[in-house]
């Protein structure tokens, strides 16, 4: 079975600071790995995705993650955030050949300003 | 395009009653989900629908939900009788059929059902 860790429940930063969010997975067969988020009364929202090729991919609004698949971790990065950027943000993966999600518990970033 | 849209956003419920939860996906979609999340607790797999057969409903939690999918379009999730545990948020997402390429793996979500069974 396949799992999705997110080490952190909430991450507070101040605005323009770096901010790292924390995914590990575990699969015994390839996965395609994700990051969505969901901004206040919101749905989920794709920031990026990692399929194949280059390990780090960026996304949308200034956010990239680097796939790694020795430590079987997908962590979420963005140099300087913004208060716009309070949200929860999912990790999840998807295996191959299969279609359903399997999602982290979600990480809450609380940006101060 | 319009995206994904859930009816109602909202539901209060007492237990032992029924609610019917609506999802319409983006037009032209084949493939269509719906995924839990209770309280505190990750979002999780219901189960999923291409056109109108259903795919994989492993992860339905028990008789009590029944899913369909009317002519291959909107789709309803149909909770009797509702118990407290079943209040959480409940997404829907949909996708395009396969297409030969990975980015039709991305599923699009819904804002969600919020309901609440008191």
């Known amino acids: 079975a396949q799992s999705v860790t997110q080490l952190d429940s909430q991450v507070p930063v101040f605005e323009e600071a770096p901010v790292e969010l924390r995914c590990n997975y575990s699969?015994?067969?390839?996965?395609?790995l994700f990051w969505y988020v969901q901004y206040p009364n919101q749905g989920l929202q794709l920031l990026l995705k990692?399929?194949?090729?280059?390990?780090l991919v960026k996304g949308i609004n200034g956010f990239e993650a680097e796939f790694n698949k020795s430590q079987t971790s997908f962590h979420l990065r963005k140099p300087s955030v913004h208060i716009s950027d309070t949200a929860e943000y999912f990790c999840?993966?998807?295996?191959?050949?299969?279609?359903?999600?399997?999602f982290g518990q979600g990480t809450r970033l609380t940006i101060n300003p | 395009e319009a995206g994904v849209t859930q009816f109602p956003s909202h539901s209060v419920i007492e237990k032992g009653q029924t609610v019917t939860l609506r999802c319409d996906p983006i037009s032209g979609h084949d493939n269509l989900y719906w995924y839990r999340r209770v309280m505190g607790k990750e979002i999780k797999f219901l189960l999923h629908?291409?056109?109108?057969?259903?795919?994989?409903e492993s992860g339905m939690p028990n008789n009590r939900f029944l899913a369909e999918r009317t002519g291959g379009t909107y789709s309803t999730l149909k909770v009797q009788p509702a118990e407290l545990e079943d209040s959480g948020v409940y997404f829907c997402a949909s996708s395009p059929g396969w297409r030969g390429a990975p980015s039709s793996y991305e599923q699009y979500f819904g804002p969600g059902t919020r309901l609440t069974v008191t």
């Open positions: 999840a993966l998807r295996t191959q050949g299969a279609q359903k999600l399997v």
């Open positions: 629908f291409v056109k109108e057969s259903k795919q994989d």
């Open positions: 990692y399929l194949s090729g280059s390990t």
């Open positions: 699969s015994s067969v390839s996965v395609y």
